[in-house]
């Protein structure tokens, strides 16, 4: 007669190997990403309180006008490189027309003449856009 084994093996057991696999792919997937949502030019924004935007499934259209003037948009094919007004006015437009919903948002450095901020906002009214809101950072300790 066949010894059985004194240990019954339990329906409940789970495998943890798999699991660990599915986790390493998902940790390397988010180091590999993490790094490209930072998308954009770095100006400095002036500080201020204001409500803060829902949360919204699409990414808004950022336009940066950095210190000297240049104008950057989120959604052009390099998001680093200095658009003209005219491609500017092309890439908006097409972008309100596929997505009319879109939150528009305009980064200005603190260091940029105030009438470039103005100009740029009138840029994405002239697109299309029916609300343009403006971007800061909090104060120190806010």
């Known amino acids: ?3 059985r084994s004194s240990r019954k093996k339990s329906v409940s057991e789970i495998n943890v190997v798999p699991l660990i696999d599915v986790m390493l792919v ?3 997937i988010f ?12 100006v400095d924004l002036p500080k201020g309180v204001a409500e803060a935007l829902p949360q919204q499934e699409q990414e808004p259209m950022v ?4 210190r000297e003037g240049h104008l950057y948009l989120n959604r052009a094919d390099d998001p680093k490189l200095a658009l003209s007004t005219e491609d500017l006015l092309i890439r908006a437009r097409a972008v ?3 997505e009319p919903k879109t939150v528009v948002l305009v980064k200005g ?5 105030y009438g470039k901020v103005v100009a740029a906002m009138h840029l994405l009214t ?3 856009a029916a609300k343009v ?3 800061m950072d909090l104060p120190d300790g806010a």
């Not at 336009?63 to 950095?66: A, K, M, P, Q, W």
Request: proline share 3%; glycine share 12%; aromatic share 0%.
């Open 1 to 3: 007669m066949a010894r």
């Open 133 to 135: 809101g403006l971007s």
């Open 63 to 66: 336009l940066t006008v950095d």
């Open 126 to 128: 002239q697109a299309g």
């Open 26 to 28: 998902l940790l390397i």
């Open 31 to 42: 180091m590999v990403t993490a790094p490209l949502l930072n998308q954009g030019v770095e």
């Open 109 to 113: 450095d603190k260091g940029v003449e």
């Open 96 to 98: 309100l027309q596929r």
